[in-house]
């Protein structure tokens, strides 16, 4: 309730109405159906708006659901390039088209390539890699972070470029828009499948490898894995 008099009241318009007394703003009000708000009450007179309060209340609701939405946008997503730098460079390309897909949504990606066994002795074929789909991106990305190392593996991530992302869009139609939202849902349900048979395969191979360690020296000696991989890495 609005207990100064006079106040400033500012039409639904936005028009300025002027200094007027409460009761007769009040009954501008009324005669247009709508609610008189004080928008401004530490100034002197108080300012106060004619409206519709219940859009009002409508209207910014739906725009804090958007800033919200907006917010979820901007979530990172990983894409990994599979379990070794030994991946295929048709499956390469499919991981490059998932990247884009999330950058053209919005998505910071951080791409991730893993390494096994003696590979580590060669983290110049994993980062030329990550270099390679990099410049396979810049037309709708920017590096944000550069290669770095975790572990047994190197990540890169790259943000999306809103200036080039929009001139993308702008010539897609209504129909591409909302098939790419609809892929996309389907492309993040996918690959969270994916990571998770990774990390199984992963955990069933630690256990193995545990298991085989505690045969002795004489069997690591007869069978060493990693060593076919990096001879097929290397073309040996």
């Known amino acids: 309730m609005i207990r100064i008099s006079p106040i400033r009241v ?21 005669e247009q159906g709508m609610d008189l708000v004080e928008i401004s009450p530490d100034v002197r007179p108080p300012v106060c708006k004619i409206m519709d309060y219940g859009k009002y209340k409508y209207d910014l609701s ?7 939405a907006s917010s979820k946008s901007t979530e990172m997503k990983e894409i990994r390039l599979g379990r070794s730098v030994k991946i295929d460079p048709h499956d390469v390309q499919i991981r490059v088209d998932q990247s884009r897909r999330f950058l053209m949504a919005g998505h910071k990606v951080q791409i991730t390539q893993r390494f096994r066994g003696r590979e580590m002795a060669h983290k110049e074929l ?19 972070v550069a290669p770095r190392w975790m572990g047994r593996q190197a990540s890169i991530i790259i943000a999306p470029d ?17 098939k790419e939202a609809e892929e996309l849902a389907k492309l993040e349900a996918q690959l969270a499948k994916e990571a998770a048979q990774e990390d199984e ?6 256990a193995s490898q545990g298991k085989k360690r505690k045969k002795g020296p004489a069997d ?14 290397l073309g040996e």
Do not use: H, W, Y
């Open 201 to 206: 395969l992963d955990d069933d191979e630690d």
């Open 220 to 233: 690591d000696r007869a069978v060493d894995p990693v060593d076919d991989e990096i001879a097929d890495l």
């Open 62 to 68: 739906k725009k804090q659901q958007k800033n919200r």
């Open 10 to 30: 500012i039409g639904p318009d936005n028009e300025q109405i002027g200094v007027v007394e409460t009761s007769e703003a009040l009954q501008m009000a009324r």
């Open 162 to 178: 809103k200036t080039k992302i929009d001139a993308f869009k702008r010539q897609m139609t209504k129909e591409q828009l909302a």
């Open 126 to 144: 994993g980062i030329e890699r990550l270099a390679s789909i990099c410049d396979d991106l810049a037309d709708v990305g920017k590096v944000e």
